[in-house]
C-alpha cells in the first residue's frame, strides 16, 4: 500500500541550530501538507504546497515540494525551544478501500536543549 | 469562527465494553475525518463523512462505526474495544474530503482500555 515515510525519526538539537526533516511518499501527490502537533497536543495545520518545486517560507522555516512530487522537506533555521514537537507531512493517498484521504507520514520528534 | 471540539478529553473503559466519542466541525465545514494515533505513531485514518454518508473508510475492523449529523457534528462508535483500541482519537473538519485541503484538528480523545 501507498507509504509516506519520514527521516529523521527523531532529532535532538541544541537551541539556535538548523534541523531538517524528509519526507518521502511512494506514489506522487497532487499535494502535501505539514503539521506540528506539540508534545500532548493535536496536528496544528502548518502549510500546504501544490506545485512541482515550490518553496515557501514562513519565518524561519522553509517548506520544499519535490520536482517529481513525490518528497518534500522542512527545514528551520535557528531552532527555539517553541519549535519542539512532531513534525508530520501527509498527503492525499488510499486508505484500503478509501481513495484520496490525507495519510499521515511517521513523523519527526524535534527536541530542543536550550 | 468556532473550532473543531471533541468530547470527552479523556475516557477509561474496559475490554469489550462500547464508546461513543463526540466531535463539532468547524463552522462552515461539511466534512469530517476520523483518525486514531497511538502513541509515537502518525494518525491513522478511520473513516470519513460527508453530508451523513460515509465517504471512504480505512483498515479498521466494522466494530468501529460512525454518524454524521445534519449539523455536521459527528460520532465515532467502538464495539467490542480491545486493548489495541487504546489511542488518541482525532477529530478533524475539512472543507473538501478528497485530501486536497486542511485538515483542522479538535483536541483529541484520549482512549485507554483496561
Known amino acids: 500500500g501507498q507509504q509516506v515515510m519520514q527521516i529523521p525519526q527523531y532529532q535532538h538539537v541544541q537551541e539556535g541550530e538548523d534541523f531538517t526533516t524528509y519526507c518521502n511518499s511512494s506514489t506522487t501527490l497532487s499535494n502535501i501538507q505539514w503539521y506540528k502537533q506539540r508534545p500532548g497536543g493535536h496536528p496544528v495545520f502548518l502549510i500546504q504546497?501544490?506545485?512541482?518545486?515550490e518553496v515557501k517560507k514562513q519565518k524561519r522555516l522553509t517548506f520544499q515540494f519535490g520536482e517529481a512530487k513525490k518528497n518534500s522537506s522542512l527545514h528551520i533555521t535557528a531552532t527555539q525551544t517553541t519549535d519542539v514537537g512532531t513534525y508530520f507531512c501527509a498527503g492525499p493517498g488510499n486508505y484500503g478501500g478509501a481513495t484520496n484521504k490525507l495519510i499521515f507520514g511517521t513523523g519527526t520528534l524535534l527536541a530542543v536543549q536550550p | 469562527e468556532t473550532g473543531v471540539t471533541q468530547s470527552p478529553t479523556h475516557l477509561i473503559k474496559t475490554r469489550g465494553q462500547q464508546v461513543t466519542l463526540r466531535c463539532s466541525s468547524q463552522s462552515g465545514h461539511n466534512t469530517v475525518s476520523w483518525y486514531q494515533q497511538a502513541l509515537g505513531q502518525g494518525p491513522q485514518f478511520i473513516f470519513q463523512?460527508?453530508?451523513?454518508?460515509?465517504?471512504g473508510r480505512g483498515n479498521f475492523p466494522p466494530r468501529f462505526s460512525g454518524l454524521q449529523f445534519p449539523n455536521y457534528s459527528s460520532e465515532l462508535n467502538v464495539n467490542a474495544l480491545e486493548l489495541d483500541d487504546s489511542a488518541l482519537y482525532l477529530c478533524a473538519s475539512s472543507l473538501t474530503g478528497d485530501g486536497n485541503s486542511p485538515l483542522h484538528f479538535g483536541n483529541g480523545t484520549r482512549l485507554t482500555v483496561t
Open positions: 463523512y460527508y453530508r451523513e454518508e460515509e465517504n
Open positions: 504546497l501544490v506545485k512541482s518545486g
